[in-house]
């Protein structure tokens, strides 16, 4: 009796997964789970001069390394959106082990449905099709004033580059973007129906 209950949560738990795994299938394909490197960590939260106490957002978080880095040195807050469960999990553990977990949310979610009000720094490190997107999506979000966004490899499209690193191991860049409130009301105003 015993046994099948332990069986039966076992399957239960390995469909979930399962499900999870085809779910985010086409996110994964679609951006890899390759992680940022620990030098483009380090010139990336460099380029981001973030200030104790400041929330940076991770969107794509992966397993949490740029998170786990940006805490243990900026004694900052992370906020990371994952699709991937089993990503999720692993960062969650990761930053557990290097005893920052209680200073980081993980949260299991779509980037797209992301509140970004509170975020002073904002990671990514996706694809140009999803910087394009992440590009719109902002218009339509209230974000602090000055809010920096650090896209490592690709460019914003329609935003200009406050500064752009070469981090010419990869031969990709790190851009960092200033996002003025006004500016971007500016560009919804202007906006076609
Ligand atoms: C290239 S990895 C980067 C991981 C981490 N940010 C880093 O730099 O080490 C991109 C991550 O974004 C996640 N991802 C892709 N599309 C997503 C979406 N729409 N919402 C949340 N996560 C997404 C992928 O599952 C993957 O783990």
């Known amino acids: ?49 973030i200030k104790k106490g400041e929330v940076f957002y991770d969107l794509g978080s992966g397993g949490g390394k740029v998170l786990i880095e940006a805490v243990k040195k900026y004694d900052c807050r992370g906020v990371g959106y994952e699709l991937v469960y089993p990503m999720m999990l692993l960062a969650k553990l990761r930053a557990k082990l290097a005893g920052v977990g209680k200073k980081i949310e993980f949260r299991r ?20 099709q999803l910087m394009e997107k992440i590009g719109e999506y902002i218009k339509h979000k209230k974000l602090k004033n000055g809010t920096r966004i650090i896209s490592y490899a690709f460019s914003m499209k329609n935003y200009d580059a406050e500064k752009k ?11 960092l973007y200033k996002i003025q409130s006004s500016k971007i009301k500016n560009q919804n105003d202007n906006a076609k129906p």
Not at 111 to 116: K, P
């Open 1 to 49: 009796m015993v046994l099948d209950i332990f069986v039966a949560a076992g399957v239960l738990i390995m469909l979930f997964l399962l499900n999870d795994f085809i779910r985010s299938f086409p996110a994964m394909i679609a951006v890899g789970p390759i992680p940022s490197s620990k030098k483009g960590i380090d010139m990336a939260l460099e380029l981001a001069q």
């Open 109 to 128: 979610k779509n980037l797209f449905s992301s509140d970004l009000e509170n975020a002073d720094v904002i990671y990514c490190f996706l694809t140009p």
């Open 165 to 175: 690193i070469d981090h010419t191991k990869h031969s990709w860049n790190i851009y």
